[in-house]
């Protein structure tokens, strides 16, 4: 328990007079307003907050920002649970829960801490090498247990995300000194701009060291209109300049219906300014995992901007100048430096501090103490000279040098070259559109990078380039951390517990590839994403194979340069806004008369309209049958509709379809095909002739955009001569279809014009007309096979027309009738459905278009695919309608057919399967190999190792002669 | 009508709705200058104007090389227009009303609000008719003014607009 | 000589300090002749090269890599392994290679973690519901196990889907392979380098193919960046990278090169056991042993070698995850990468020879070339052996472009309601 | 995710697009052999540099264009009227 809280003035982020209470691990605690959740525990003395991830060492708090590996908490909040927050940029607030991952039964007391036993059997890469005998599914159950951090609730997230689009001519990501300079110089040159900052206010990690610049920056930012995003950190750059960010919002309380919780911002920009700053890299030593081991610039920040103390006596282990200044800074706080080992030689080191014992060529040979730091063991790093010597102390403090934040420079596409002098890799020139300023372009001296900054900035406002930055002010640094001869384990990814020694075996095994490295040994692939970790562990992979770091080269960056939650990468894209649901015009009305809804395609349509308890399948039986005894009232709306007018509609028309358009008559209706380039069928639907050059065309409900996006294509991209346009009126026009006997009875009580008669008006023909003042196409074709009417009226007037028709239908004893019942006629007729009876294999020839496509003399589109050897192969599947041979046994849906038992080549499958109200019996409609020369034939249908006996009937089951479609 | 601080909704009913289909606007625009009194819009503008015959409003918005959309308070001069243009071999017009609806948006965070439906490049300026992807659909964009815009949209997806319009301004 | 991997040997590493270990496999440099050249270190080129010794006794092989092995779609997929297929020929293929799986640790003695923890396809509408029954019984006829799932058995299978009554996205059932599942994508490239390379094949790295060196229309050897190496047979196994080296050889195929995204959450406490895939939504995910969701989309639909992928796609593969599991929406994503797919138009493979004799191919897999890795090599073994095709392979030649004899996989769910 | 400069509507976001492949192929007549059909239909260069290729403005004015664009970098190098013939 040895941090604590800091007397005043340290703690520029904090608020003294507002307390905080919060639980962790179900104890309550008190913290400040501007804690984060890490610098509350560290001030109440928390020092072990978790376990790692495969040996379930006991862990602290390990730095102060999102590179942390180590403070991996889950929040809870009510029924929700977030899991694997860093606690050190989780803000503190008041009633907070966290609790600690990967433990059980609790941090302090871990069972899987016997992991730790094992060390030695588990290398990396173990569970190549064993878990095979038997069988791994017998050891697989345990591993998965075993494995994972936090815990996932399974209740819905009832917090809301949303989205952001914006437009920038320079959007600064980083809100440290570097990259307000740069976005205060563009917006002073005019430059629309933008900066995302990831603390409460701009200032960056370093902000607390202010001497007033920062200040005088930020007010200079409003003044020029920079739009400051904070809270937010950039997490993606995309093609074309796109930069992601998300925003966590504080939202106030949480009420009943959640919380906005966080923002994703898209931001489009000429010019993007990454000013990520840097990451502090640890030195390996042995044991240097141990809850009290930080870096050291965490302890410095903590301290200043949130006046806790991270230890009372700390020795630094250091491989850079920083540590110097880190050691004069943390003594002026009041934390004793009691020892600075400084794995240089003495000449390499360029900064110096007053009053505290400097060691060079000095490193940690071993810590002592297990759930906390007590002391360490410091020998020379060279392997050579002075005697052990032993440091009492209850911190250790690692700088082992910066690794700029290269991430958006190389996922833009951006090299990278290794700067010997400084031990990091640094963007190598700028990647297109981007550019790097500040810790992340390797500029470590304040002026240098403010200066570059506001060149940056200003340069891009006017749309100049800017040379790169050189690399300046962080001295020497060696490249390995490591002393040399180090026995024990030497984290490399603390949280994935991968050792100097695991990389070791990755070397000797020939894993040496960096991405080799990575995927063997796990480095790199926590939840930090090896922020702390990558450069150790390919230096390391260097030493061992003899290459230098840049010869060993770092794996790809990707976004997200942290990890982004889910929520808020979906914005409002959930629950019914995930895709739009389309509704009927009259879907209150149907409702209101019982419909039950499901969706078809993006439809949602009324399935049937059970009365009086019925289940569905009643219902359609009724329904179906009621429409071939009386009549039923179906809306169709959702049919595609496209007009298509032109000069050259007719000619066009032909090119599309199967069917020849150009010789229909006016008010002529015809059956059309459509096949796409290789012959397949893709849709189907009636064509009717308004006038010389003015065609209505039905499609499928979910086929009509494919078939305007067609139609389109084939106009503008090769029929380019052509005179026609295809205009969408699928929701212009509702859709009431009338069928079965009574259809004329019924619009007749209505008022329809007598020349829509069955007598005046033929089937498969359309005609204007009118209802009142409501204007009608009125279609006569049938899917149903008894006489119909399709009645395409204005949206607006479907629910009155609609309403008009039932109540005279119903008092003739119609019925309302939905899909299903639909689907039982059409295939009783032996109608097909495209998608249902066909697949992405059908030919029009197997579905008995060969003969039309033999009458037709034009080209068609997919024509030529038709002559093809597969094609013209006799063994083809064809449509074919089938009765059980039992006349009872309902054939199911997606039964395949075959003589013999599995396994064997079946010879087709059912496509649609019902049971028949007018006939007592099922029918049914399916594929067969040769299927239209094997009429009567007996087959064998199989399913979920079923046999049902079945024969190849003639279709349709009603009404051969179609006498029925005349009314 | 939705509202929020700075911000109204409105779904106008009563807009009269019609694509005017031609192969060539200049082609064009000698025949129908004389019932609109204008020339149709170039590219991704909106032009308002005044029906020559009755003296009704309307407001074109281009929608592609060779469609724009005629919107007007009245059906008459629509059905006037489409009558107009029966017999042209070069042009026509398909009554879209009730299909295409329209969402009037006004107030000072009409922007904020767009920017949470779709591209900024997408938003247009005043006197602009843009379409584009917003709320992961289809619509057009029509600036009436500096804070204040036009929505057309299909009108089987107006329904999946509002929602996603509703629970952001809800959020303002 | 290289170490028998066992519990045994792990043991003796512990009491080594881990330096009895061999490399798993020789990096080689490139001799100047090779009886058979294999293009491409994926899973596919290194299964090729094993059981061109194994099968057909033939040692002297160079496996010839442009980066690191299983650097390519190897190590970017979702590592599913399945053998749900429509049509015969692919379902004998496809569970040829299943089986193959089934028993490649003990062979290649590497645990490949194969774990058939089951997977579970969503029905969201009756349609669906039609169509995996005709898959289902389409795959027992030809042998493989399935089942169709009712909406309670998947909501129990299949923990935190929304089956609520107002979900959008609807679970009305559902369809399952329980041998389906994933296998450990780095150990598949890994395990076959190490057995190969055993066997004396040559495993070249760095090493980037430049021409194909041709005399009298046949294949001679191939130019690299390490110089001229003959053979006069060579075998393609290049994935999204087919019609590249095509090119250099003179010809085209019928392929077009797509990147195909996928994406891992956080590490978590075990939420989900099966494989789920949701052919509605486009989104696919399992978890993996260490905790990972690890979640897989649909193609970025324009040509693209560049391993990145579109956040547009991103966010809609995201978006139908949260369509089914509205309570994922606080987990975070972790790696977002894209692999490089070939694919054809029937979203079947592409095996045998090319219009260049002595040169064959083995590509096309598009977005499902991980599961096939196993016969992928193995036909391709074989052709580059015999000079003929494998009867397994018979159906995939390139010639099927011409007769039109195509194999469509893709559509084979249904296409137009 | 890209910006694709519609020729028409200027800059816009990929998502409102959809890419038709290939662009510039010639459509074979019914006569041609099983060999040019299949050509047409299927076999494509797939370069990895730059691709022609045709998009179109789905979600906008609906416009199909040609796109010249490296499919590596995805640079856009030109976009052109779907009828012009191919950039030299």
């Given amino acids: 328990m040895s941090g604590r809280r800091l007397a005043a003035p340290r703690g520029s982020r904090i608020d003294r ?118 069988n791994w599914h017998l050891f697989e159950p345990m591993v998965r247990r075993m494995a994972g951090l936090g815990r996932a609730s399974l209740e819905a997230d009832d917090d809301r995300y949303e989205e952001v689009c914006a437009e920038a001519d320079v959007v600064v990501a980083g809100g440290g000194i570097a990259g307000l300079s740069a976005a205060v110089a563009a917006a002073q040159a005019g430059a629309g701009t933008i900066l995302i900052t990831a603390g409460t206010a701009t200032g960056g990690a370093l902000g607390w060291r202010d001497d007033g610049e920062l200040d005088a920056l930020a007010a200079k930012a409003a003044q020029a209109g920079v739009r400051i995003l904070t809270r937010s950190v950039a997490f993606g750059v995309y093609d074309h300049n796109l930069l992601c960010a998300t925003e966590r919002l504080t939202g106030g309380p949480r009420g009943p219906r959640g919380v906005l919780r966080e923002r994703l911002w898209k931001i489009r920009a000429r010019s993007i300014v990454s000013a990520q700053g840097s990451f502090e890299r640890p030195m390996l030593f042995t044991d240097n995992d141990r809850p009290g081991v930080m870096l050291a610039g965490a302890a410095d920040e903590y301290a200043h901007a949130y006046g806790v103390a991270c230890g009372r006596r700390a020795v630094i282990a250091a491989n850079s100048d920083s540590a110097y200044q880190v050691a004069a800074s943390l003594g002026a706080a009041g934390v004793e430096i009691v020892a600075l080992l400084d794995r240089r030689a003495h000449a390499d080191i360029g900064a110096h501090v007053d009053g505290v014992r400097v060691l060079p060529n000095t490193g940690i040979d071993k810590v002592l103490g297990t759930s906390a730091v007590r002391g360490c063991v410091a020998v020379a790093a060279d392997g050579h000279g002075s005697r052990p010597e032993r440091f009492d102390c209850d911190l250790i403090l690692s700088a082992g040098g910066h690794a700029p934040a290269v991430h958006l420079h190389s996922q833009a596409g951006g090299r990278l070259r290794w700067l010997a002098d400084g031990a990091m890799f640094v963007p190598d020139g700028a990647a297109p559109g981007i550019v790097s300023v500040g810790g992340c372009a390797g500029v470590f001296s304040r002026d240098t990078a403010v200066a570059h900054a506001l060149d940056v900035g200003r340069a891009l406002a006017l749309g100049f380039t800017v ?13 390995s951390t490591r002393i040399a001869d180090a026995r024990g384990k030497q984290f490399v990814d603390l949280q994935n517990d991968v050792a100097a020694g695991d990389v070791g075996l990755a070397a000797l095994e020939n894993y040496r590839s960096v991405e080799h490295l990575k995927r063997y040994t796990t480095t790199g692939m926590a939840t930090d994403q090896g922020k702390t970790s990558n450069v150790n562990a390919l230096v390391l992979m260097g030493e061992l194979t003899g290459r230098e770091p840049a010869e060993v080269g770092t794996t790809k960056f990707r976004p997200p340069f942290v990890p982004a939650s889910l929520g808020a990468l979906v914005g409002r894209r959930v629950g019914r806004l995930y895709r739009p649901l389309k509704h009927l015009p009259a879907a209150e009305w149907h409702a209101a008369h019982g419909a039950l809804y499901e969706q078809f395609g993006n439809w949602n349509r009324p399935a049937a309209y059970p009365v009086g308890g019925e289940t569905l399948h009643a219902a359609a039986q009724r329904e179906a049958r009621t429409v071939r005894r009386s009549l039923g009232v179906f809306d169709g709306s959702p049919l595609g509709k496209l007009e298509v007018w032109g000069p050259d509609a007719a000619e066009f028309l032909d090119l599309m379809y199967v069917g020849t358009m150009s010789n229909l008559a006016r008010g002529q209706a015809r059956y059309g095909l459509l096949l796409n380039e290789n012959g397949i069928v893709v849709d189907d639907g009636i064509v009717a002739r308004l006038d010389d050059h003015h065609f209505w065309v039905n499609t499928t409900s979910a086929g009509v955009e494919r078939t305007a996006s067609a139609f389109e294509e084939w106009l503008q991209c090769e029929y380019t001569n052509l005179r026609v346009f295809v205009t969408p009126v699928t929701s212009r026009y509702g859709n009431v279809t009338l069928s079965g006997p009574k259809s004329w009875e019924v619009m007749a009580a209505v008022g329809f014009d007598a020349g829509l008669s069955p007598g005046s008006m033929k089937h498969m023909t359309m005609r204007e007309s009118a209802l009142g003042d409501v204007p009608l196409r009125v279609l006569r074709a049938s899917f149903t096979g008894e006489l119909s009417y399709e009645i395409n009226l204005p949206v ?110 079946p010879e087709g499958h059912v496509t649609s399967s019902f049971w028949s109200p007018e006939l007592g019996a099922p029918v049914a409609l399916g594929m067969l190999a040769r299927g239209s020369s094997r009429l009567g034939e007996r087959i064998r249908v199989h399913h979920l190792g079923e046999r049902i006996d079945a024969i190849v009937v003639k279709a349709p089951f009603i009404d051969p002669a179609g006498s029925r479609l005349h009314g | ?86 017999d042209s071999r070069d042009a026509c017009v398909v009554v879209q009303t009730g299909g295409i609806l329209a969402l009037t948006i006004a107030g000072a965070r009409t922007r904020d609000l767009l920017c949470r439906l779709g591209s900024a490049a997408s938003i247009p300026r005043t006197g602009e008719a843009r379409t584009g992807r917003f709320a992961d659909i289809t619509v057009t964009v029509v600036g009436l003014a500096e804070a204040e815009v036009l929505l057309l949209v299909d009108r089987a997806y107006a329904n999946h607009l509002l929602e996603w319009i509703r629970a952001t301004i809800a959020d303002f | 000589m290289q170490n028998r991997y066992s519990a045994w040997s792990l043991l003796r590493g512990a009491f080594s300090g881990q330096r009895n270990w061999s490399p798993a496999w020789t990096d080689a440099a490139p001799k100047a002749a090779y009886d058979v050249i294999v293009v491409g270190g ?16 033939l040692n002297n092989v160079a496996v010839i890599e442009r980066g690191w092995i299983g650097g390519g779609n190897t190590g970017r997929n979702t590592t599913i392994v399945r053998s749900n297929y429509l049509y015969p020929e692919s379902a004998r293929l496809y569970d040829f290679s299943l089986k193959l799986y089934e028993g490649l640790s003990a062979e290649l003695n590497f645990n490949i973690m194969l774990s058939q923890r089951g997977l579970v396809l969503l029905a969201h509408s009756r349609h669906d519901l039609d169509a995996m029954s005709r898959w289902a019984n389409a795959m027992r006829m030809n042998g493989i196990d399935a089942g169709i799932l009712s909406r309670d058995e998947v909501a ?116 989900l056991d099966t494989v789920v895939l949701s052919p509605g939504t486009g989104a696919y995910l399992s978890q993996s042993d260490k905790g990972e969701l690890v979640i897989g989309a649909m193609l970025d639909l324009f040509p693209s070698y560049a391993q990145r992928g579109s956040f547009a796609v991103t966010q809609s593969i995201l978006a139908g995850v949260l369509a089914l599991f509205p309570a994922y929406a606080r987990l975070k994503m972790l790696r977002q990468w894209a692999g490089i797919v070939d694919v054809v138009h029937d979203s079947s493979p592409i095996i045998g020879a090319t219009p260049v004799p002595g040169l064959y191919i083995n590509c096309g897999w598009g977005t499902g070339g991980f599961k096939g890795i196993p016969v992928g090599g193995w036909t391709l073994a074989h052709v580059l052996a015999t000079g003929e095709n494998h009867p397994l392979a018979e159906p995939f030649a390139l010639s099927r472009f011409v007769t039109g004899r195509l194999i469509d996989e893709a559509a084979a769910s249904g296409i137009a309601h | 995710m890209m910006q694709i400069p519609c020729i028409l509507c200027g800059r816009r976001d990929e998502s409102e697009f959809v890419c038709g492949g290939a662009s510039h192929l010639l459509r074979p007549p019914l006569e041609a052999s099983d060999q040019q059909w299949g050509d047409y239909l299927f076999f494509r260069d797939n370069p990895k540099g730059v691709h022609l290729e045709r998009w179109r403005h789905a979600q906008g004015c609906g416009r199909w264009f040609n796109v010249a664009r490296h499919t590596v970098t995805h640079e856009i190098l030109s976009v052109y009227a779907i009828t012009e013939p191919a950039p030299r």
């Fill in chain 1, 17 to 134: 007079e507002r307390t905080l209470s919060f639980l962790w691990n179900g104890r309550p605690y008190t913290g400040l307003q501007g804690d984060t959740l890490a610098s509350a525990l560290v001030a109440n003395g928390v020092q072990l907050v978790g376990r790692s991830f495969k040996y379930h060492r006991p862990r602290g708090i390990f730095s102060c920002g999102l590179e942390e590996p180590t403070a991996i908490v889950d929040l809870i909040d009510g029924r929700h649970r977030t899991p694997n927050a860093r606690a050190t940029v989780v803000e503190l607030a008041e009633g907070m829960v966290a609790e600690s991952v990967n433990c059980w039964p609790s941090v302090g007391f871990d069972l899987g801490a016997v992991n730790g036993w094992f060390a030695p059997l588990l290398p990396a890469g173990f569970y190549y090498k064993t878990f095979k005998w038997p």
């Fill in chain 1, 467 to 479: 040379p790169s930055a050189t690399p300046c002010g962080a001295g020497r640094s060696l490249a």
């Fill in chain 1, 796 to 905: 607006d007037a479907t629910t009155a027309v609609l309403d008009r028709l039932w109540t005279a239908a119903a008092a003739a004893g119609g019925a309302l009738y939905g899909i299903e019942a639909l689907e039982i006629l059409r295939t009783e007729k032996g109608y097909i459905h495209i998608g249902t009876d066909t697949d992405g294999t059908t030919l029009p020839g197997d579905i008995g278009f060969g003969r039309a496509i033999g009458a037709k003399t034009a080209n068609f589109v997919g024509r030529r695919s038709l002559l093809r050897p597969a094609a013209l192969d006799p063994q083809r599947f064809q449509l074919v309608a089938l009765s059980p041979a039992d006349g009872r046994t309902q054939l199911p849906t997606g039964a395949q057919i075959a003589a013999s038992d599995p396994p064997t080549t």
């Fill in chain 2, 1 to 86: 009508m939705d509202s929020a601080a700075g911000i109204t909704v409105e779904l106008d009913r009563g807009v009269h709705v019609a694509a005017l289909r031609y192969f060539d606007a200049d082609a064009l625009g000698e025949r129908i200058g004389a019932l609109l009194g204008a020339a149709l819009p170039s590219e991704q503008r909106s032009v308002r104007g005044r029906f020559a015959v009755g003296d009704t409003p309307y407001l074109l918005a281009w929608r592609s090389p060779n469609e724009c959309w005629v919107l007007c308070d009245d059906g008459a001069p629509i059905e006037a227009l489409r009558r107009s243009l029966a």
């Fill in chain 3, 42 to 57: 994926g899973g596919h080129g290194l299964a090729t090269a094993y059981y061109l010794a194994k099968n057909h006794g």
């Fill in chain 3, 156 to 271: 129990a299978m299949v923990p935190g889907l929304d089956m609520s009554p107002q979900a959008r996205i609807p679970v009305l059932g559902g369809f399952t392979q329980r041998r389906g599942g994933t296998a450990r994508h780095d150990a598949i490239a890994w395990g076959y380098a190490r057995a190969a390379s055993a066997l004396g094949v040559d495993i070249i790295q760095n090493c980037e193919v430049q021409g194909f060196v041709q005399e009298g229309g046949r294949v001679v050897g191939v130019d690299t960046t390490r110089g001229r190496i003959n053979a006069d047979r060579v075998g393609i196994a290049a994935a999204g990278h087919s019609s590249v080296l095509a090119n250099l050889a003179g010809f085209r195929l019928p392929v077009t090169s797509y990147a195909l995204q996928a994406m891992v959450s956080e590490p978590l406490k075990p939420v």
